[in-house]
C-alpha cells in the first residue's frame, strides 16, 4: 500500500466490493455519495495501492463436478524445512486446491480441497500430497459446510 489512510468513503466501498464485486460503478457511487468519476477514481487508487488486491468469483463446487471438501493439514518433515517454498508452488499447480494457508504451529500448512468423491480425494492425498518426500504426516478432514464470514479478505 501507498502508506495512505483509508477514509470512511474508501471502507464503505471496500464492504460493498466484498460484499458484491460486480457491483456497478453507478450504484457504488450512489451508496457512498459521491459522483461516479470520483467512485471510479476511488476504486482504482483501492487496487493500485494495493488495498484491493484481485477480484474473484464463488463458484457452486457441486456444478463443477467436485462437492467434496476436505481441510488436510500438512506437517513437513524437520530436514526439509528449506523446501517449504516449492511444496507451496507444486500446491499451486494443483487443480483440486482451492487455497492453503502456511501456519505457525503444529502444522504447516492446511489445504483446502475439492474433489469429486471420497476415491478421488483419498487418491490425491496420497499420491500427490502424503508420497512428497518432505511430507512427515498429513491429516484430512471433511467439510460438511463452508460459508465465508462478513470480514475482508
Known amino acids: ?8 468513503v474508501d471502507r ?12 456497478p460503478n453507478n450504484q457504488l457511487a450512489a451508496a ?6 470520483t467512485c471510479l477514481a476511488r476504486v482504482r487508487a483501492l487496487v493500485a495501492d494495493g488495498v484491493i488486491t484481485r477480484f474473484t468469483v464463488d463458484v457452486d463446487p457441486e456444478l463443477l463436478g467436485r462437492p467434496l471438501q476436505a481441510l488436510v493439514s500438512v506437517r ?14 507444486g ?10 494457508f502456511y501456519l505457525a504451529g503444529a502444522e504447516d500448512f492446511v489445504v483446502h ?4 468423491d471420497t476415491a478421488h480425494l483419498r487418491d490425491f492425498v ?4 502424503s508420497t512428497q518426500p518432505m511430507v512427515a504426516a498429513t491429516n484430512t478432514s471433511l467439510i460438511f459446510e463452508h460459508d465465508r464470514g ?3 479478505g
Open 32 to 37: 457512498v455519495g459521491v459522483s461516479p468519476s
Open 1 to 8: 500500500m501507498s502508506g495512505r489512510t483509508l477514509d470512511d
Open 150 to 152: 462478513r470480514g475482508p
Open 91 to 100: 500446491l499451486r499447480a494443483l487443480p483440486e486446491v482451492t487455497q492453503f
Open 113 to 116: 480441497v475439492r474433489a469429486r
Open 76 to 89: 513437513i518433515r524437520t530436514g526439509a524445512r528449506h523446501q517449504l517454498t516449492a511444496f507451496a508452488d
Open 12 to 23: 464503505r466501498l471496500v464492504e460493498l466490493l466484498l460484499a458484491d464485486g460486480r457491483r
Open 126 to 129: 496420497t499420491d500427490r500430497i
